[in-house]
């Protein structure tokens, strides 16, 4: 089983849709979470932190559930600049702070 | 400032054959790491490096070294490619914002085709 689970989508949406993600990890001593967004074949660059309280930017939102071990972005009013995969990615506390990457979702966004 | 930068963009290679990949950064961050990233598999890290002068092996070290000898690089080397090294090789630089957080910038990626 991958540490970060995402669906892989894609999910299609029109522009003006509201559309979720949502991101699972298996361990428990995950402490940083992270949504980064790739465009095709670019680098991926970092969207958002995750707080616990959750947060929000923009139209972006972020939610961070501990207990059940889930994360999530919400993208409201879609526009066709939001066409890329979106990496869940969490942290574990050591020494070198690696970070451990999803697969990504791919969301595309209709005219 | 030019951030992340990595050296070469796009490289083919015969099965046997050995290169470098640079990854040149001017933030000052301590810590960097290579990925790769290959269809399905999201990005693996192959190795990462805390400091000028150390390294330590990631996810997928197997047929990859490193060496960083000077805190602004970062080099990835192979010594015998194999096609199974065929992917696209990410560069990051790492920083701590608080105790529990890190941001990574990354470099723009080195295409690699070994046949």
């Known amino acids: 089983r991958k540490e970060v689970e995402q669906d892989p989508g894609p999910f299609n949406v029109p522009e003006g849709a509201t559309v979720a993600f949502n991101c699972t990890y298996s361990n428990s001593a995950s402490q940083s979470f992270f949504w980064y967004r790739q465009d095709c074949r670019k680098e991926p660059k970092l969207l958002m932190s995750?707080?616990?309280s959750g947060n929000e930017d923009g139209r972006f939102t972020a939610q961070l559930n501990r207990a059940s071990q889930y994360i999530s972005l919400l993208i409201r009013d879609s526009k066709l600049s939001d066409s890329a995969t979106y990496l869940c990615v969490v942290s574990r506390m050591d020494s070198s702070y690696k970070l451990i990457f999803g697969s990504g979702t791919r969301l595309l966004v209709r005219p | 400032n030019a951030g992340v930068t990595q050296t070469p963009k796009f490289r083919v290679l015969k099965t046997g054959q050995s290169m470098t990949l640079l990854c040149a950064q001017d933030m000052n961050h301590e810590y960097m790491y290579w990925y790769r990233q290959d269809p399905g598999m999201g990005l693996r890290l192959i190795h990462y490096?805390?400091?000028?002068?150390?390294?330590a092996k990631g996810e997928v070290p197997d047929g990859y070294n490193v060496s960083r000898l000077k805190k602004q690089n970062f080099l990835l080397g192979l010594e015998s490619a194999a096609p199974s090294q065929t992917s696209v090789y990410f560069c990051a630089t790492g920083t701590r914002i608080e105790e529990a957080q890190e941001t990574q910038y990354f470099g723009p990626g080195t295409r690699l085709l070994v046949l």
């Open positions: 995750v707080y616990s």
């Open positions: 490096s805390v400091g000028e002068g150390t390294t």
